[in-house]
């Protein structure tokens, strides 16, 4: 497809379970980022990629937390250890170039995952 | 604390009306985005306004930048029931790290027909 393709789009786990959320951007997109948005709230930025390189994961919530992009193009978000409170939408957005926000970013429709 | 504030967070008019929605924070940004999201969807970029003082135009929606570049707005004309979503402002704060864009809470728009 053209757009930014999220899975699964829905997920549960259960409490202490690992969970893989995939992304796959539009072709040729340099950047690639990670938000969590929950309910009610507006998506908080998790983590940052250009290409291959993770260049800011400082909004990574703790060290369950961790995302590759080893190719430079899908990447996944993988969540060890789930706690209640991880869930939330999890969307993947990505641009053509590096980003200044002059730019346009491209979001998928978000992988939602319920903690239980 | 969020680093933008949206208000209101709520908004429910009938077909017609304007309205306006606000954004404000007590940090400069380089530039800021308006999103729109409908339920079950990511959100889909509106504007970017990069100028203080900047006022963009997209067909009833009027953007405007503070001259401080610390505020924002978003006023709708003759609003429809298509209007109806969540609008969401975003900014990349002057000095962050490359990357980090921040996003207000969302004001939820519900327009009656």
């Known amino acids: 497809g053209a757009g930014v393709s999220q899975s699964p789009r829905y997920k549960v786990a259960k409490r202490g379970q690992d969970v893989a959320l995939r992304c796959d951007p539009i072709?040729?997109?340099?950047?690639l980022f990670w938000y969590q948005q929950a309910l009610g709230q507006g998506p908080e930025f998790l983590t940052y990629?250009?290409?291959?390189?993770?260049?800011?994961k400082s909004g990574l919530p703790s060290d369950r937390f961790f995302a590759e992009r080893p190719e430079g193009s899908v990447s996944t978000l993988k969540i060890q250890r789930t706690q209640q409170e991880d869930s939330a939408v999890y969307l993947c957005?990505?641009?053509?170039?590096?980003?200044?926000?002059?730019?346009?970013?491209?979001f998928g429709e978000g992988s939602r995952l319920t903690v239980l | 604390t969020q680093l933008l504030e949206q208000s209101p967070q709520f908004l429910s008019i009938q077909e017609g009306e304007n309205l306006t929605v606000y954004c404000n924070s007590s940090?400069?940004?380089?530039?800021l985005q308006w999103y729109r999201q409908e339920p079950g969807e990511g959100p889909v970029l509106l504007v970017t306004?990069?100028?203080?003082?900047e006022v963009k135009k997209l067909k009833r929606l009027t953007f405007q930048f503070g001259d401080a570049r610390k505020d924002s707005s978003l006023h709708i004309t003759a609003a429809q029931p298509g209007d109806t979503g969540l609008y969401l402002c975003?900014?990349?704060?002057?000095?962050?790290?490359?990357?980090?864009?921040?996003f207000g809470r969302g004001t939820q728009l519900t327009v009656w027909p």
């Open positions: 072709s040729g997109h340099v950047s």
């Open positions: 306004v990069v100028t203080g003082g």
């Open positions: 957005a990505s641009s053509f170039g590096p980003i200044t926000y002059t730019g346009e970013l491209f």
């Open positions: 975003a900014g990349e704060e002057r000095g962050s790290t490359l990357g980090r864009l921040y």
């Open positions: 990629f250009q290409n291959e390189a993770q260049l800011d």
């Open positions: 940090s400069v940004f380089s530039s």
